[in-house]
């Protein structure tokens, strides 16, 4: 499905990221620290990097340290530890880059992910594979990690992240770095990053404050469906199982591009996609037990983490509005996936359901290039439904709970 997003032969057991970011030149300079464990004899191993500028690559392992032999193809940095990284050897790989991130192309995604700057902010939009824009790692869903990520910008921006901001640093010299740390093991994609001016609120919620960052001067009624969490979580930890985050909270950026993405401890929603309100959010926040604390084993499987947020997002609505809103959700969505919408234009039935079938395709194994098709989101969910239609309530959710 994506050819040059993620690498076998080691598991990763933590990332520690350096970041200098020249605000003014969109310029990094970088370093980043992958402990891992091998699970074969490694002889020659890959990170995923797309662009950017490769200085020098450090391997450590019980067999020795020293530079490493390296060299590129494609997405891909390949390189050659000597001497050979036998099995179960826990190692660690250095690598110095530089350069201006830029996003990867657009395979997969409805916009090319990664590294998006403008001239006066940075943020992060990483699904399926931009994480590999702007830090090399095993760029696959299913090897998460903790994260240590340590930016440093000039006095007067702000870094936002996921997790706990641990500190600062006044680098004496008009600079400043921020620290952040995801103990929770993220998968790279996930990994939420933002730059620019912010300001945030902190709110009550169950057993946790939640945070919510957003740009300065954002007006208030922008962030009334934000006023939630407290609550979404609060239900979903009912029905799913405890909130599996050490934190939460929600980071606002601003920009045109419609879209939200479920970064972990911290969803990232673009100025323009939080006027979707509570649907995007309760969504991005069920996320956080489908899809970051359960994680893919492949893209194909991505239904597993859009079904079930969309059914959370389902179950909000009737929590909110009554159990009619869920039902007149179950009852949309199958007349779209099915065809029966398209009859009251004048199409027939036939042709209205295959129309459907070629819009709507099962979702256990998306098309290339449409892996986000609005059937694994639908369909899904629908699936879920008739599971839950099924069994009963109570033999459902102790099957969500359970999962």
């Known amino acids: 499905m994506l050819p040059y997003a993620g690498n076998g032969g080691y598991d990763v057991a933590a ?3 350096d970041l200098n970011v020249d605000m003014e030149s969109g310029a990094i300079q970088a370093e980043a620290t992958i402990d891992a464990n091998a699970l074969i004899d490694l002889s020659q191993f890959n990170l995923d990097l797309a662009g950017l500028e490769v200085e020098d690559v450090t391997v450590t392992s ?17 390189i050659d530890p000597e001497p050979l990284i036998p099995l179960g050897t826990r190692f660690s790989v250095v690598v110095t880059y530089s350069g201006v991130p830029e996003t990867v192309a657009a395979d997969a995604a409805p916009f090319a992910p990664g590294w998006i700057r403008s001239a006066d902010q940075v943020f992060v939009f990483s699904e399926p594979d931009g994480a590999q824009s702007w830090f090399p790692c095993n760029d ?17 921006w ?9 500190g600062t640093t006044d680098g004496g010299d008009g600079s400043v770095t921020y620290h952040w740390s995801m103990t929770d093991p993220v998968a790279p994609y996930l990994v939420p990053l933002a730059i620019g001016r912010f300001d945030s609120r902190v709110e009550t919620g ?36 405890p909130y599996p985050m050490a934190t939460a909270g929600a980071l606002v950026v601003d920009s045109a591009m419609r879209a939200a993405l479920e970064t972990q401890t911290i969803p990232t929603y673009t100025t323009t996609s939080a006027a979707w309100g509570e649907a995007a959010i309760s969504h991005e926040l069920a996320h956080q037990w ?15 983490n859009e079904g079930f947020a969309t059914l959370a997002q389902w179950i909000w609505h009737g929590h909110r509005a009554g159990v009619a ?44 290039g449409d892996l986000f ?18 069994v009963g309530d109570e033999r459902f959710f102790e099957f969500l709970r359970t999962y």
Request: net charge negative.
């Open 62 to 78: 019980e067999a020795g340290s020293g530079p490493a032999e390296w060299h590129r193809e494609r997405r891909e940095l390949v």
């Open 373 to 390: 098709n609005p059937s694994v989101y639908l369909r899904g969910a629908l699936a879920l439904v008739a599971l839950r239609d099924s």
């Open 290 to 304: 489908f899809g970051d604390a359960i994680t893919l084993g492949q893209w194909d499987d991505v239904w597993l």
């Open 15 to 17: 990332y520690r990221i």
């Open 158 to 166: 702000d870094v936002v992240s996921g997790g706990v901001l641990t």
């Open 206 to 241: 169950p057993g946790m404050p939640i945070t919510t960052w957003f740009p300065e001067g954002t007006p208030a009624s922008d962030l009334e469906p934000f006023t939630h969490q407290g609550e979404m979580i609060a239900l979903f930890s009912d029905l799913f199982g």
């Open 140 to 156: 696959h869903p299913s090897d998460r990690a903790p994260m240590d990520l340590s930016v440093t910008v000039a006095i007067g």
């Open 325 to 368: 809103a869920y039902d007149t959700e179950v009852a949309t969505a199958f007349a779209t996936i099915s065809g029966a919408s398209l009859l009251a234009s004048g199409i027939g039935e036939q042709e209205a359901a295959r129309r459907a079938r070629e819009s709507y395709p099962p979702p256990d194994h998306p098309r290339s």
